[in-house]
Each structure stands twice: as C-alpha cells, then as structure tokens.
C-alpha cells in the first residue's frame, strides 16, 4: 500500500444528494455521491502549480503504445503525426517520471529505452526518445493485448506511486481474439490507467472504449490525424497531475440492505458494479482509479427491508480508500477523507416521499441517454431504421432536456431534428462515419447536474 504523508495528499471530501423519504413498503433507496479531490495538481486538463513540497510529488511511470501497424502508412500522414503526437507527449513529462516507448504490431516492440525497463525523464533522455522515434515506420498486424502485457511488465518493474498507459491505434484488434484481449485486460486492470484513442476511421469503438473501461482511462475518437499533437499533451498533462493512485469507493452497509447497483456518472458513465471487491463484514470496494484535482459523481442505489411509518434507519455509508496493494490480508486500508451517509425514512406524507432528489433524476437520464444513443447507432448498422429513430430521438429529447449541448450536436450530425423536446427526428441518410464514430465514442460523456 502506498503510505502518503497527510501533506502530500489532496483534500478528500463526499457529498450526499438524495431524498431519503420513502413511502409505507418502500425499499428502493438511490443517492447520488459526489467525491471532490481538492489541493492535487490538475484542474481539468490544466497542469495547475505542484501542492507538494520540492521533491515529495508522487513518482509517475508512463508507457505510450503506439499502433504501427501496415494500416497507419494509409495516408503517410498518419505515421508522421503519431510519432510527432508521442514527441510531444513525451515533452510534457514532468522530470524524473519514468516512461517507455511500445511499438505495437502483431508483436509489441520496445522502442525506447529498450531493455526491459523504463528511461527517466530529463532533457537527455528526451532527446533520446524523439531520436528513436524517427525510426517508427508503419508494417504488421494489429494484436493490443500483447501492447498491454508488455506495458504492464514495464510499468510494474517500476517502484513508483502512479502507473499510466497512453494507446493509440487507428485499426481493429485482427490479429489476436477478442479472449485474447480480454485475458490481457483482465490481467492489467488494477495494475495500471489507460488512456485509449481511434486515429482515423478503421478502428472499432466498442474495443477502444472498452480497454479504456477495463483500464480505468478515457476513450476519444481523433478523426483528423493531424490533432493527435494536441490530443496527447493534453492527456499527458492531465497525467502528471495525478496524485494517489488506486483509489476506491468503499460502500458499507447494514444487514439486510442489497446493492443494486454501483455507478460512476460523471464525468462520464462507467458501471461498477461488477467490480467489487470485499472489504470486510458488509464493505466492497468500487475502483475508481488516479485522481487530481478533480470531482465525480456517483450513483448507489440500494434496496433495504421495508420499516414502519417514522423509522428511519441508514441505508449505506459510502467513503474513498486506498485499499492495501495486492489486496494484502490485514494490511488497513488507507483513508482519504470524510464520508458520506445515505439515508431511508419511511413516511406517510406523499409529497415528501413522491419527490425525486433532482440529482438522481438528472443522472438516470444521462444513464438513459448513453444507452439510448448505443442502442440506436447498433439498430441503424443492423438496418432496424425505425428502431433506430425511436432510440435516437429518445437521445435527442434527453440530451436537450438535460442541457448536454455536446451530445445535442453530435446528433444532429446523425439526425435531423424536427422538435428536440418531444425527440421528433429523422435518421439522416448520408452520415460520415467519422460523425457517427465520434457520437458512438462519446455517448457516456455527461453534463453535472445544475446546482
């Protein structure tokens, strides 16, 4: 377990949006948890002044994946552009972070610094990278699960707090299957955070999406190969302002109670559910990952024993932790700040237990328009155009409804929208694949509810 001094440790705070009145027989509790990071090094994907002491920042190793496959030769500019993007990337490391190179094909390859182990990054070694990328050249087949072992070997040879994967590829996983990469994900997940991008339009979404997803990271589409340079600064910045590494939310509760689900909904929405791990008597652990300066959201939701008319009872008590590396048997977990309570009050007063906490509310809309918008992509592919247009005008009228103008936009490249408030639209019949990709990709991204 990573042992942090309380200096060296971004502010930790939860809060709990709900409305705990349920009626007689009620049983179905759901909250809304904000957990905010406060005092770390990264508002956004602004690297902000270090919080840390000089030479007390947390140690970082990142490996870059880089697709060199035959497929990025198509057009030459796209091998140029990978390798300048991994130049700059490399250039935002912050000095002293460990780093490697991976030539990803049919086969992983180490580019820089070779060896079976990591460079340390100051202004030579630096330039040393950006020589042996020059040497990047497009030839093979595509196979990331080996990209994703060999990183995870180099990553975990390093004794370092933060352990960060960069992957780019711009074509579909061919040569290896689909077991094949989900052994490697399953490997790596909770080894290190990944960050996943599509260059071009040859590549399949649900395969970035889901490394990102297994791996903890994010996922974009970069159509235009000519803003990967950008696009890999920013998640390098956002990289080097990570602090604590591993973080989970851990959820208590009492006898009796069933977690339904467990779910992160902002900034994006990624389930957790599936990923708990015990934490004692009636505790599981959910991870969430690295963390800066940052805030997420999160939705529980929790059936408890139905009680009498004015009981009241808590229902779950939610905090974040640092559990113990390799999930060492009697090693304490690391704390990280206040928790947050969820409560169940059984009344009679309608008006107070029919009313929806607007926070969960906003939240299972966004749930239902990332869904919404999947659905309707896959039934559009399948030639199901009417399903297709229920799903999407769905997505149009829950999109506007809650605000979320980026999502709004990227559909109406999709669809033509005759009323958005009543979700009347018509599929278009030309889309550029890129448009299509580009709202498949980013479907899970939310807006925060309006305070």
Not at 230 to 240: L, P, Q, V, Y
Request: with cysteine.
């Amino acid at each position: 377990m990573a042992n942090f001094a309380k200096s060296n440790v971004p502010r930790f705070s939860v809060d709990v949006y709900q409305n705990e009145y349920l009626p007689e027989g009620g049983s179905e509790v759901n909250a809304i948890v904000t957990a905010t990071a406060t005092g770390g090094g990264t508002i956004g994907s602004t690297v902000a002044a270090p919080a840390y002491p000089q030479g007390q920042r947390p140690s970082a190793a990142v490996v870059i994946m880089v697709d060199c496959s035959g497929s990025m030769d198509y057009p030459p500019t796209k091998m140029r552009n990978a390798r300048d993007a991994t130049a700059a990337a490399i250039d935002t490391l912050r000095d002293g972070t460990h780093f490697a190179v991976i030539d990803g094909t049919h086969v992983a390859r180490e580019v820089y610094p070779g060896g079976g182990r990591l460079a340390v990054a100051d202004a030579t070694t630096r330039e040393q990278a950006r020589s042996a990328l020059r040497r990047l050249s497009a030839g093979g087949g595509t196979a990331i699960g080996t990209w994703l072992r060999l990183a995870d070997r180099l990553l975990s040879a390093a004794d370092v707090t933060i352990r960060h994967g960069i992957l780019l590829t711009d074509g579909r996983n061919e040569h290896e299957s689909p077991q094949d990469l989900r052994a490697a994900l399953d490997a790596c997940a909770g080894r290190f955070t990944c960050d996943a991008r599509g260059v071009g339009t040859d590549w399949e979404v649900k395969e970035v999406t889901g490394i990102a997803s297994a791996l903890l990271g994010t996922a974009d589409i970069v159509a235009d190969p000519s803003g990967l340079a950008a696009d890999f600064t920013r998640m390098m910045e956002t990289a080097m302002g990570k602090e604590v590494a591993d973080v989970a939310l851990r959820v208590w509760t009492p006898v009796g109670t069933t977690i339904r689900f467990v779910k992160q909904v902002a900034p994006s929405v990624v389930d957790l559910t599936a990923r708990r791990t015990e934490a004692g008597p009636r505790a599981g652990d959910y991870p969430t990952g690295s963390w800066g300066d940052e805030s997420r959201d999160y939705h529980l939701c929790v059936t408890v024993p139905p009680a009498g008319l004015g009981q009241e009872m808590l229902a779950a008590r939610v905090s974040l932790v640092v559990p113990p590396a390799g999930g060492a048997a009697g090693e304490p977990a690391q704390p990280l700040g206040a928790q947050g309570l969820v409560r169940a009050v059984w009344t009679d007063d309608m008006t107070a237990s029919t009313s929806i906490s607007p926070q969960v509310a906003h939240y299972t809309g966004q749930a239902e328009l990332a869904q919404a918008i999947q659905q309707g992509i896959d039934l559009r592919k399948a030639g199901d155009f009417d399903g297709a247009t229920a799903k999407l005008g769905r997505a149009v009228q829950l999109a506007s409804a809650s605000g979320n103008a980026d999502t709004a936009k990227l559909l109406a490249k999709v669809v033509d929208v005759v009323d958005a408030a009543t979700g009347t639209v018509r599929l278009k019949t030309r889309v550029a694949e890129a448009d299509e990709m580009t709202l498949e990709t980013r479907s899970t991204k939310t807006v925060r509810v309006k305070k």
